[in-house]
């Protein structure tokens, strides 16, 4: 799944480039998109009670952004368990495809009072398409 981020003035540091904590911002606009797409909102998750708390974040930075870039991110689901998960990021500029930066996130499937959530059971329509996402993304 490819998901466009606009590089925003505010987001630029005293240098006149994107500031490198966006990124990490960006990944995550770029995973709630990827659940939209997979046709399972993360709104959806949470109205179940389920959270997904990010256990590690993870970017490498190739080139810079500056102000006004359009930023293809390209999300993958690269693991997936039922309780913890991994998606990987490839951030390009959308004209010349340039990567600006790669990274990956982990996450995991919480009840809201803190103890794991049984996916395959609670929400099996997600863990059927997460199974099938990893399936496609591989």
């Not at 990827?34 to 993360?42: A, N, Q, R, T, V």
Request: glycine share 6%; aromatic share 10%.
């Amino acid at each position: 799944m490819e998901y466009i981020h606009q590089a925003q003035y505010y987001e630029t540091d005293q240098m006149g480039i994107i500031h490198h904590s966006n990124y990490i911002r960006w990944m995550e606009e770029a995973r709630i998109a990827y659940m939209d797409e997979m046709e399972f909102p993360y709104k959806t998750v949470e109205e179940a009670g389920i959270m997904s708390p990010v256990l590690g974040v993870q970017c490498d930075y190739k080139s810079m952004t500056r102000f006004g870039d359009r930023i293809c991110i390209e999300v993958k689901l690269v693991s997936f368990g039922g309780l913890k998960y991994e998606l990987s990021y490839v951030m390009r500029d959308e004209k010349t495809g340039e990567v600006r930066a790669v990274g990956s996130s982990r996450h995991c499937y919480l009840r809201k009072d803190g103890h794991p959530a049984n996916i395959k059971k609670e929400l099996p329509d997600l863990y059927r398409k997460m199974a099938l996402a990893l399936e496609t993304d591989s």
